[in-house]
Nanobody, 116 residues
Framework: QVQLVESGGGLVQAGGSLRLSCAAS????????MGWYRQAPGKQRELVAR???????VYTDSVKDRFTISMGNAKTTVYLQMNSLKPEDTAVYFC??????????WGQGTQVTVSS
């Protein structure tokens, strides 16, 4: 099993920045890619960004050129640098790890609130 712990959420004014971190532990060798998802009140959980073990990245259109996903040197931590934040970015952000031969792992979520 893989366990994920997020940190770095909080309250920020529109135009500000936040950096989310997600630390993985457990069966790290089984992780194939990691990503960030978010869920706003009354909405479905959506992909924000993903990164593979090779460093290939995918972003949802609404965050391109504002958010950057990266992975630590040991590939056990994934970061989400969020710049130029907008009120519509307000959501609970979840870290995700896709694993070989098993169900995806999810973190507990961290709240990001952007005030206008």
């Amino acid at each position: 099993q893989v366990q994920l712990v997020e940190s770095g959420g909080g309250l920020v004014q529109a135009g500000g920045s936040l950096r989310l971190s997600c630390a993985a532990s457990g069966r790290l060798f089984s992780i194939t890619s990691m990503g960030w998802y978010r869920q706003a009140p009354g909405k479905q959980r959506e992909l924000v960004a993903r990164i593979s073990g090779y460093g290939n990245t995918v972003y949802t259109d609404s965050v391109k050129d504002r958010f950057t996903i990266s992975m630590g040197n040991a590939k056990t931590t994934v970061y989400l640098q969020m710049n130029s934040l907008k009120p519509e970015d307000t959501a609970v952000y979840f870290c995700n790890a896709a694993v070989i031969r098993g169900s995806d792992a999810w973190g507990q979520g961290t709240q990001v609130t952007v005030s206008s």
